[in-house]
């Protein structure tokens, strides 16, 4: 097996390549942590606060921030590794992707939550290479984030959120928990679920000086909770969590 390139960031330090303890902590911390249902709310005072943080380090186009929150217990030897798909809907399939792939083939870090060495370890991943401009920021931005979580108790519920594709407006993302096979996230319009609960925030700033914090991620769920989708066999590739998806008409016919 070869090296992936998994970004780590230790607090202060520099990104690393992941080592398979990397991993193994990564696996680990995914299967400790709460649903979002069990988080609680997030004060828009410290969004506010962790807004402005972004701003002077000029990274609100390269972070967001994220509800640290998990959605089953993966197997074993596995991290949650998502991948893009594009069809006639484009988004995100993250499942319990084994080590080796994982070592084999190019990846990155997505989500990070501070370990309990004070690193920000990522718990969640995403296929392919790093965006370039994550290697350049200043070591100095993520020592302060994590002294601002940890000083105020948030080390627990907000971590830091790799933004993918910026260089195109962000879209605002559902996402639907495939029970025991991992989550789908797509555009809202293109799905008829109902917005449960924000998870992904991300910052910017207009032209007049405001900075604004806008929810970019949300689950589809009930009253009751998430929407839970299966239907008993195991989801082999995106067509299947494509069609059942449409079975249960949570995706809009034309998409």
Not at 24 to 45: C, F, I, K, R, T
Not at 51 to 76: C, E, S, T, W
Not at 138 to 160: C, M, R
Request: with cysteine; proline share 4%; hydrophobic share 35%.
């Amino acid at each position: 097996m070869t090296g992936a390139a998994v970004s780590s960031y230790p607090v202060p330090g520099l990104h690393c390549d992941p080592t398979l303890s990397d991993l193994e902590a990564s696996s680990n911390m995914y299967n400790g942590l709460a649903d979002d249902h069990e988080q609680p709310n997030v004060s828009e005072h410290h969004l506010n606060l962790l807004a402005q943080l972004y701003i002077r380090y000029k990274v609100q186009d390269i972070f967001g921030v994220h509800l640290i929150h998990g959605h089953l217990k993966i197997p074993h030897n596995t991290i949650m590794l998502g991948s893009m798909f594009r069809r006639e809907l484009s988004g995100y399939w993250t499942k319990p992707t084994p080590f080796e792939t994982v070592l084999a083939n190019p990846v990155h870090g997505h989500i990070y939550t501070l370990s309990s060495d004070n690193r920000l370890l990522a718990y969640e991943y995403r296929d392919g290479l790093s965006p370039k401009n994550v290697t350049d920021i200043d070591q100095a931005f993520f020592q302060e984030l994590s002294t601002y979580l940890t000083s105020n108790k948030l080390a627990g519920l907000l971590g830091l959120e790799v933004l993918e594709d910026t260089s195109s407006p962000r879209s605002q993302m559902l996402e639907f928990v495939l029970a025991g096979q991992g989550t789908v996230m797509v555009k809202e319009e293109a799905a008829h679920g109902d917005t449960y609960r924000v998870t992904g925030w991300s910052f910017a700033q207009e032209q007049d000086g405001t900075i604004s914090v806008k929810g970019n991620e949300t689950h589809a769920g009930t009253a009751g909770g998430h929407q839970v989708f299966t239907d008993g066999k195991p989801l082999r590739n995106i067509d299947a969590v494509m069609n059942l998806l449409l079975q249960e008409g949570v995706i809009r016919d034309h998409y």
